[in-house]
């Protein structure tokens, strides 16, 4: 049974980092993309960065690019989401997913299986 979970949420203040995880288990990881989304509270789910089944492409939402970097360990059956420069427009609660078919884009109809998600709170 496919499983990801995530990890590394939490309160931080405006400016700071945090780095979230994304653990899988049960099944081929590097066959997989993978994407970050994210919901706050009110809003619809939003697309925040993606990245190919080896990692050799990634892909960003406008409001993250520069500030935020995803990154991948498939020895690890590992995804990253550094996130850097944090806004209080960046407080959701954050989720991985993954896909079969190998898409790694905004679309999350596309994606398979869905972590539980992580909180990220940022204070002004």
């Known amino acids: 049974q496919v499983q990801l979970v995530e990890s590394g949420g939490g309160l931080v203040q405006a400016g700071g980092s945090l780095r979230l995880s994304c653990a899988a288990s049960?099944?081929?990881?590097?066959?997989?993309?993978v994407g970050w989304f994210r919901r706050a509270p009110g809003k619809e789910r939003e697309f925040v960065a993606a990245?190919?089944?080896?990692?050799?492409?990634?892909y960003y939402t406008d409001s993250t690019k520069g500030r935020f970097t995803i990154s991948r360990d498939n020895a690890k059956n590992a995804v990253y989401l550094q996130m850097n420069s944090l806004k209080p427009e960046d407080t959701a609660v954050y989720y991985c997913a993954a896909s079969r078919s190998g898409y790694s884009g905004p679309n999350y109809v596309a994606y398979d299986y869905w972590g539980q998600g992580t909180q990220v709170t940022v204070s002004s």
């Open positions: 990245i190919t089944m080896s990692g050799g492409r990634t």
């Open positions: 049960g099944y081929t990881f590097s066959n997989y993309g």
